[in-house]
């Protein structure tokens, strides 16, 4: 297993349409955490699963945002309706039981036109 | 609530020394991580420090003051390789969930 990816890597979507991102933690890491990531700005957490369940959710998810991780595996983070305010990096991140170091994948740039 | 500052931006010549400083307020301080990130590209581990010290990893070595609220990053023998964000990030006892600082943009120079 080579880290978590992360599909699509590039996605352009027209304003008002739905979009569905696909992470695949490292196989032996049962917690997958979603961030929000802007220009110049650090990580932002959006939710937080371990196995299937997802444990937390920030106050910034508005209800447009839902993340299911349905057999504790991969995870998808959908958001309906786009704004151009959603435009931003969207990182996955994967981290064991024991350890709090979070390994993260490659992202997924939107941008909502 | 959790209050993590770092400078936007350093620069640095290339084989030099630099030191990236972070601090915060918080209350119920676990740890403190350190990633780097290329622009375009997903954060890579750095360092966690918990315990008070330095920490060395080959021409990288972080340092934790948990009394001062205070940590530091120092780059040695600096590559061009090195130019990148360098965000800190700060662990809660009791939580999973690191905040994350609004990441330092070093760029080295010839």
């Known amino acids: 297993d080579t880290g978590v990816s992360q599909d699509p890597r590039h996605k352009i979507t027209k304003r008002g349409q739905n979009v569905t991102f696909r992470c695949d933690p490292i196989?032996?890491?049962?917690?997958l955490y979603w961030y929000r990531q802007t220009l110049g700005q650090g990580p932002e957490f959006l939710t937080y699963?371990?196995?299937?369940?997802?444990?937390?959710k920030s106050r910034l998810l508005s209800d447009r945002f839902s993340a299911e991780r349905p057999k504790g595996s991969f995870s998808t983070l959908e958001i309906q309706r786009t704004e151009q305010g959603d435009s931003a990096m969207y990182l996955c991140?994967?981290?064991?039981?024991?350890?709090?170091?979070?390994?993260f994948g490659p992202g997924t740039r939107l941008l909502v036109l | 609530g959790q209050n993590i500052d770092q400078p936007t931006e350093m620069t640095a010549t290339e084989g030099a020394i630099v030191q990236i400083n972070c601090t915060y307020q918080?209350?119920?301080?676990?740890?403190l991580f350190w990633y780097q990130q290329h622009a375009g590209e997903a954060p890579t581990f750095l360092s966690y420090?918990?315990?008070?010290g330095l920490e060395e990893k080959g021409r990288f070595s972080s340092f934790l003051s948990r009394s001062k609220g205070y940590s530091y990053l120092l780059l040695k023998e600096l590559q061009m390789k090195d130019s990148a964000s360098y965000l800190c990030?700060?662990?809660?006892?009791?939580?999973?969930?690191?905040?994350f600082g609004r990441g330092t943009s070093l760029i080295v120079h010839p």
């Open positions: 918080t209350s119920g301080f676990n740890g």
């Open positions: 196989s032996e890491h049962n917690r």
């Open positions: 420090n918990v315990l008070d």
């Open positions: 991140a994967s981290s064991t039981d024991i350890q709090e170091t979070q390994y």
């Open positions: 990030a700060v662990s809660l006892k009791g939580s999973y969930i690191p905040t």
């Open positions: 699963f371990q196995n299937e369940a997802q444990l937390e």
